[in-house]
């Protein structure tokens, strides 16, 4: 289930105890510094699935739509996907926005690490900034991951600390539940899933 | 062919409007007029449907001429009918299905909607009307068809979410029908000769045109309305203002078929509105938001009950009565509707458009040649 970790503005009733190496997690890879006017939060997914497929969907800036359910299409800019690249991510109806483009701050194939900012779109999210990390743990005796994403982000006038942390942290949520969805399926569609890693 | 409402004899019927009789008669009158309840009601509708300026294409709508036959004990009272000398036990009335499905994620749940909601509806019906007999007390009819729709509409979500197993071909099938973000409203009319009934959940609407004023027929379940808003809360979800008050900041409406990740503030339950047909109805509307954001319901009732005026005036009475006008759009209801689409279009709306439109008027029928 999706949990939440400490950020500088976490709230009391979403923390959950934590567990293994889930803070010292925290507090080395998902370090954000937010001004009075941002909030920031960390939520945490369990996912039976191996580590190595989890990072493949997760990894692949120009392809969101993998796991995201709220993602239409995406078009990268330029030929070089790298540090700095741009992607135009066109986003499906049901929501508060049509379009965002993104930039990729960080991609670390050895620690597993993403790093994404907002640059434009009509979402109201300014200065919207993520780090998602996948990390290799054992659920039931078999190969998991844990997932961990944070962000930070620019309080839009008009609205208070906690709604903007609420809906953030809803559109995350159900990325995550996603991704758990199509990693854990392509674990029992791998014949080799149980002796990875 | 049979126009929406027959009348057995011409000197009754202008007898009756002579003396300013403003509901239809429901008994077997001396006059020689026939109960409302056994009149034959061929349905008169039209559908019109476009994309409009979106990408996608993420509505639908069905029509189901004469779906089911309806237990009359869901329209009038025991009482009522062995006053009329209907046996209330054996008595059914046919019935036709309309509705309106505004899918948003993904097309895939309004789609499942269009094709399956009926399907559950003919089977409730059938199994309602064995139950029927058995209920001695006089239960309001407004909470069987409550209980009836809620029933059925729960029902699709639960396929929809793979809750509850649905049939794919021949087999069994348990996975969801679509992504936990992707779901529809559904705006649904029960049409008989004696009532009209809507179920509604989401921002679909339904309006009857009855003596010339829009009747709303459905109330849009939008987050801010102080009841739905209340009963979020009281789950604790949180209603939050993000380009228009959304539930958790994303969806804009409070009620919906899927969005499981929503649950369990967003749900799949309908409100019910049953109404007893009127002679000075016109006709209905049922529509998606892309109609009812930009067209107003009195603008929306006068246009069509123009239109559907116009045609009639320009093609006469004979040409719509076609044989095969029993069971296809009948070309002024189609007038209407694709005017009203047409209008919803120049008035600039962003989204998907979806309307149909239901002539409720008695129309006599073409004297043969023959």
Known sequence: MVGLVGGSTARAEHVVANAGGEAEYVRRMHRHAPTEHQCTSTLVKHIKAPVHLVWELVRRFDQPQRYKPFVRNCVVRGDQLEVGSLRDVNVKTGL??????????????????LGVKFVGGDHRLQNYSSIITVHPESIDGRPGTL????????????NTKDETCYFVEAVIKCNLNSLAEVSEQLAVESPTSLIDQ | MAAAMCVDDEAASAAAESAGVDKLDLGAAAGGKRSVYLMDCAPVWGCASTRGRSAEMEDACAAAPRFADVPVRLLASRRDL??????AGALRLPAHLFGVFDGHGGAEVANYCRERLQVLLRQELRLLGEDLGQISCDVDMKEHWDELFTGCFQRLDDEVSGQASRLVGAVQESRPVAAENVGSTAVVAVVCSSHVVV???????????????????SIDHKPDRKDERARIEALGGKVIQWNGYRVSGILAMSRSIGDRYLKPFVIPKPEVTVVPRAKDDDCLILASDGLWDVVSNEEACKAARRQIQLWHKNN?????????GDESNDPAAQAAADYLMRLALKKGTEDNITVIVVDLKPRKKAKSNS
Do not use: M, Y
């Open chain 1, 96 to 113: 508060p926005a049509t379009t965002s483009t993104e930039r990729l701050e960080q991609l670390d194939d050895d620690l597993h690490i």
């Open chain 1, 147 to 158: 997932v961990i994403e944070s962000f930070v982000v620019d309080v839009p006038d008009g």
């Open chain 2, 82 to 87: 062995d006053g009329l000398g209907l046996d």
């Open chain 2, 199 to 217: 179920a509604n959940c989401g921002d679909s609407r339904a309006v009857l045109c009855r003596g010339k004023e829009p009747v709303e027929l």
């Open chain 2, 316 to 324: 006469g009475v004979t040409s719509s009565l076609c044989d095969e």
